[in-house]
């Protein structure tokens, strides 16, 4: 990955051709989403790339800015790689549930298998805003749970302008 930077001894930042990234052109799309993206199974910044071009395929989404990537220790169960997460800004058509369908289809389709909590995984989406939606369901609680306390999501979330 070109142009690491290390922030403390367990975590670095990285930024790549499309992360972090920032569409010139605005969205007549109605909701404004933040999606928690990461990932520690085979080439992750690669699949990164390419779930880039994967979502900008959709006419029902738009990529407003992603951030930069950042290289972080596994949280719960710990014995396993590193992750790489990013955050993305979307603009999108879609309602919440309808959009969390889109997201677990994504991740399906890019090898995702779910074994345990806090398993390894090829790529894991998370919807951490949904405009300011408040949602508590058996499928969805938005915001996310505890993404304030996440350095995973914290400090790529701060490199984007919401």
């Given at each position: 990955?070109p142009?690491k930077?290390s922030l ?8 790549s051709?499309?992360?972090?990234w920032t569409?010139r ?7 404004k989403?933040v999606i928690?993206?990461?990932?520690n199974?085979g080439?992750v910044?690669?699949r990164?790339?390419?779930l ?7 006419k029902?989404v738009?990529?407003?800015?992603t951030?930069?990537?950042l ?16 955050t993305?800004?979307?603009k999108?058509?879609m309602?919440?549930k309808v ?8 991740e399906?389709k890019?090898?995702r298998k779910r ?16 405009d300011?939606?408040?949602m508590?369901t ?16 914290l400090?790529p979330?701060?490199?984007l302008?919401?």
């Amino acid at each position: 990955m070109p142009l690491k930077h290390s922030l403390s001894e367990t975590l670095s930042v990285y930024s790549s051709k499309h992360f972090p990234w920032t569409r010139r052109k605005t969205s007549t799309h109605r909701h404004k989403v933040v999606i928690g993206v990461g990932g520690n199974v085979g080439d992750v910044q690669r699949r990164f790339e390419h779930l880039f071009f994967e979502i900008q395929k959709d006419k029902r989404v738009v990529i407003i800015q992603t951030s930069l990537i950042l290289k972080n220790p596994p949280f719960g169960f710990t014995e396993q790689e590193d992750f790489l997460n990013t955050t993305i800004l979307i603009k999108t058509s879609m309602n919440a549930k309808v959009f969390l369908d889109y997201l677990m289809r994504l991740e399906k389709k890019f090898g995702r298998k779910r074994s345990f909590a806090n398993a390894p995984r090829t790529l894991d989406l998370d919807i951490i805003f949904f405009d300011n939606l408040v949602m508590n369901t058996d499928k969805l609680t938005l915001p996310h749970p505890a993404w304030s306390e996440r350095e995973s999501v914290l400090i790529p979330l701060s490199g984007l302008r919401l």
